[in-house]
């Protein structure tokens, strides 16, 4: 059964005023368990729309959306989301904020103690337990965020362009880590962004959406083995591969 | 404190006491600070002053802590539900801009010449600014941080006790801040025009009897205790919000 079922999924947005956006229009997709699946396309294609779906922050106009073979009807802490702005709780800790699942949940203060531990080790935050959000550096406060969302641990990640604000070097080193997290965790992830060699070296999948209105364009299966090293972007099969999906989005942007 | 903090209020006092010990001006005009230190010792000794700031800070506290606790409690409802805030709304802007001096002749004739009348009063100096700020920092709080709490798993009870009061706290202490200033404004005015005791009473009865120096006692007075409550306000504020960071609200408010 797959984890994550799009069938015909649409969503209008209405301004309150009579004027309608068609955000996502027969959208479909399906996705297994611990798949690593990537959404790339224009802007204003539907990309966060779809997570958002996903997220039960938003529900479809029509279509279906099915979780683990239940329609998503409200945000739920199996499916977790990590935005862009990583969205951190200022008066938190780094320890507080990644308990939060956990504490709202109603877990015991000794589980809670271990999972948040474990996923600070996870995701390499040991000795910054103590600070404060407005004390971590971008890529650290998008540690937290991960970590804050794996707390629950979810079925399903969606991460909207979570490495978009980070400067190049963080960023390439926050894909690998991803890889590495995913690979000891290995939960489902929907990973949008707006950079193709990131989607290509990190996914199982690379989904291309199309705009006016959203829609899947194409799906490209990426080969490469795991565990990948950032070397493999300069391989042949990569860089071709990669500017496939290049040729496709810079046709729709025509 | 720089040290250069301290050259000008120093040079400012050194200067007055000059031209009070050579009579450059009539005392009865400006007294020399060390003629109103005496006098302040004096008030002091006799109990006297005392008595006008306990008082003063009885009225005060008690219509300032009713003001913040109807501002706190009505502001989150309103921050929360649009629909009370619209209903309410009209009559916040109806009360709002009367100055509360103005409101003293019908207080006293509903609550009479006691301390009921002036409690009423600051209470409506020190309710507004609390009001409209937790209004404005419960609506201001950022949708996605409550959506991501949501996500997280948190209920509506839990969103508003982990996400929505903490994220608007630091708007609600500046309010509580602000009408700690506006209250002091308030009980001088009302002590001066309708009160048998309190600091803003030493000040009329002063002027009655042209004792300068004791006029100068209650300025001072007033200056400091202002100074002091803002500086308490500010600590608390600091300390809450690191009180707040590290605890969970649970329970808590
Ligand atoms: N809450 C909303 N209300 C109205 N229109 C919206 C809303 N959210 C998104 N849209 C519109 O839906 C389309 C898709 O938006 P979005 O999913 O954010 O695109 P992407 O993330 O791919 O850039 C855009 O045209 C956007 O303006
Ligand atoms: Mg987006």
Redesign the interface.
Same mark, same amino acid.
């Given at each position: 059964m797959p984890l994550i079922d799009a069938r015909n999924v649409s969503k209008v947005f209405g301004d309150g005023q009579g004027e309608n956006t068609t955000a996502l229009d027969d959208f479909n997709l399906v996705v297994v368990e611990k798949e690593f699946v990537s959404i790339i396309g224009p802007s204003g294609c539907g990309k966060s729309t779809f997570l958002l779906l996903l997220?039960?922050?938003e529900l479809v106009t029509s279509g279906d959306l099915l979780l683990d073979g239940q329609p998503v009807n409200g945000?739920?802490?199996g499916?977790?989301?990590v935005?862009q702005?990583y969205?951190l709780?200022p008066? %938190? +800790?780094v320890w507080?904020n990644i308990e939060?699942?956990p504490?709202? %949940?109603g877990a015991p203060k000794n589980k809670r103690a271990e999972v948040v531990s474990k996923y600070i080790k996870l995701v390499g935050l040991e000795g910054v337990e103590g600070r404060?959000p407005h004390e971590l550096s971008g890529g650290m406060k998008q540690r937290v965020a991960i970590a804050?969302?794996l707390a629950?641990e979810p079925k399903v990640i969606l991460m909207d362009e979570p490495f978009g604000s980070l400067d190049a070097l963080t960023r390439e080193n926050m894909q690998v880590e991803l890889l590495r997290i995913w690979q000891e965790n290995r939960c489902t992830v929907i990973f949008v962004t707006h950079s193709i060699e990131e989607a290509v070296f990190l996914s199982d999948r690379l989904v291309v959406m199309g705009t006016h209105p959203g829609r899947v364009k194409k799906i490209f299966p990426i080969p490469f083995p795991r565990p990948r090293k950032r070397e493999i972007i300069s391989s042949a099969d990569f860089v071709a591969l990669a500017a496939g999906v290049k040729g496709l989005i810079l046709e729709e942007e025509k | 404190m720089k040290r250069g903090n301290v050259i000008s209020p120093i040079a400012l006092f050194g200067i007055w006491e000059l031209v009070g010990r050579l009579e450059l001006v009539d005392p009865l005009f400006l007294p020399a600070p060390t003629a109103i230190l005496a006098e302040a010792w004096s008030l002091a000794r006799s109990g006297e002053l005392f008595i006008h700031i306990g008082v003063s800070l009885y009225r005060v506290g008690m219509g300032y802590g009713m003001g913040a606790l109807v501002g706190v409690s009505l502001g989150i409802l309103m921050g929360w539900s649009k629909r009370l805030e619209e209903y309410l709304d009209p009559l916040i802007e109806m009360i709002r801009p009367i100055s509360p001096l103005a409101l003293l002749p019908l207080m006293i004739l509903w609550f009479g010449m006691g301390d009921g009348s002036k409690v009423i009063i600051i209470f409506k100096a020190s309710l507004f600014p609390v009001l409209l700020n937790t209004i404005a920092g419960v609506k201001g709080v950022?949708i &996605?941080?409550i959506?991501?709490?949501?996500?997280?798993?948190?209920?509506p009870g839990?969103v508003f006790r %982990?996400?929505v009061l903490?994220?608007s706290?630091p708007t609600i202490l500046t309010g509580l801040r602000i009408s700690t200033a506006l209250a002091m404004l308030a009980i001088v005015g009302v002590e001066m025009l309708a009160a048998e005791s309190g600091l803003g009473y030493l000040l009329v009865e002063a002027e009655h009897v042209f004792d300068t120096p004791k006029m100068f006692v209650g300025l001072l007075v007033l200056g400091a205790l202002g100074y002091l409550w803002d500086r308490l306000a500010r600590v608390a504020q600091n300390r809450i919000?690191v009180w707040? &960071?590290?605890t +969970?609200l649970e329970g808590k408010i």
């Open positions: 997220a039960g922050l945000p739920d802490p499916h977790a989301i935005f702005e969205l709780f008066w %938190r +800790t507080k939060f699942g504490e709202v %949940r404060y804050r969302a629950n | 950022d &996605k941080l959506q991501a709490a949501q996500t997280l798993g948190a209920n839990q %982990r996400v903490p994220a706290l919000l707040h &960071k590290e +969970t």
